[in-house]
């Protein structure tokens, strides 16, 4: 069986790779991908910050698929993927130096964005960083009419699923002990989010 191939992945890849070595230090050494779909941004990432030990996340159903891309990459600092159903499966505490996920907001449900970043406040010690992929709406409007065309495909397929207001989402994180650090414009009316722990205050 031929590994899946996102077309959008591949066309985000490099700017989203722009960004990282932005946020990324050289002091890292852990990170959490949350979402990581098919893996091609596992395999293509990770390499590039070989400090790293890039951690790879799925849901039950795409994780041999997902297993399977990472083992044939032979990336000496991916990890065997792990399963992490949000509601269900924890974070380890205090565990990670930065979490990634590219386009799974709008797909979860807001229940669902609220548990995750709930998790987040414990997975990270401070100055700690979280980087989120996606479009977003602003101001409680679109900001291109392909989002909102975007927006009724993702309700109709993904129950709950939706656009995330960027408020909404700096407001919940701000909630669990995260300060905004960057808004990065990304092609194709996406952004990327990068957030900062601050002082550790443990899960509630």
Request: glycine share 8%.
């Amino acid at each position: 069986m031929d590994l899946p191939v996102s077309e959008a992945a591949e066309r985000n890849k490099e700017p989203i790779l722009k960004v990282l070595k932005q946020v990324i230090r050289a002091s890292d050494r852990r990170l959490l991908e949350i979402g990581a779909g098919t893996g091609q941004h596992a395999v293509f990432f990770a390499p590039q910050f070989p400090q790293l030990e890039w951690t790879a996340t799925e849901t039950a159903a795409p994780l041999p698929l997902l297993n399977r891309r990472i083992q044939e990459s032979q990336v000496p600092n991916l990890t065997p993927p792990r399963k992490l159903t949000v509601g269900e499966d924890s974070i380890p505490n205090r565990t990670y130096d930065v979490v990634f996920t590219a386009n799974t907001f709008h797909i979860m449900s807001w229940k669902e964005c609220k548990t995750l970043i709930k998790e987040l406040s414990g997975a990270l010690q401070e100055g700690g960083r979280v980087v989120i992929y996606g479009p977003f709406n602003y101001g409680g409007t679109y900001t291109s009419d392909s989002n909102a065309e975007f927006d009724e495909y993702i309700k109709e397929k993904f129950p709950g699923g939706g656009l995330r207001a960027f408020e909404d989402v700096s407001n919940a994180m701000a909630k669990h002990g995260f300060e905004l650090v960057r808004d990065f414009e990304m092609p194709a009316n996406n952004r990327t989010l990068v957030f900062r722990r601050l002082k550790y205050i443990g899960k509630k």
